[in-house]
């Protein structure tokens, strides 16, 4: 965020900006803009305004892929010709049952499951 020549951050919660905002004055970074709303009420974004968005370990926590599609029909006109969307630490729920797995694994150190054993 030091190296932009302005950033918006957003998050749901107020308790989290009030923090960051005391960081930013602490800092003297006067071109960041903390913002709070959820993903769907970000207020009103400038058209062609933004060369980055990052949305990095929060679809998660959309309540479904129809959310996360009004979201990005929300920034799309907000990004600059040549602009990009990063979004980060998505789940794919497909491979849920080979993680949960793993993690059940970790947890019997030397031990392990076989097939069998599951079956």
Known sequence: ??????VLATDISAEVLARHQHILQ???????????GDALNLGTLAPDTYDTVVINSVVQYFPNVQYLDKVLAQLLPAIAAGGTILLGDIRNLDLLTAHVTAIEQSHLGEQRI??????
Do not use: D, F, N, P
Request: hydrophobic residues 30%; proline residues 0%; charged residues 15%.
């Open 1 to 6: 965020a030091e190296q932009c020549e302005s």
């Open 26 to 36: 602490q800092r003297g970074w006067s071109h960041i803009q903390l913002r709070q």
């Open 114 to 119: 076989s097939v069998g054993t599951i079956a």
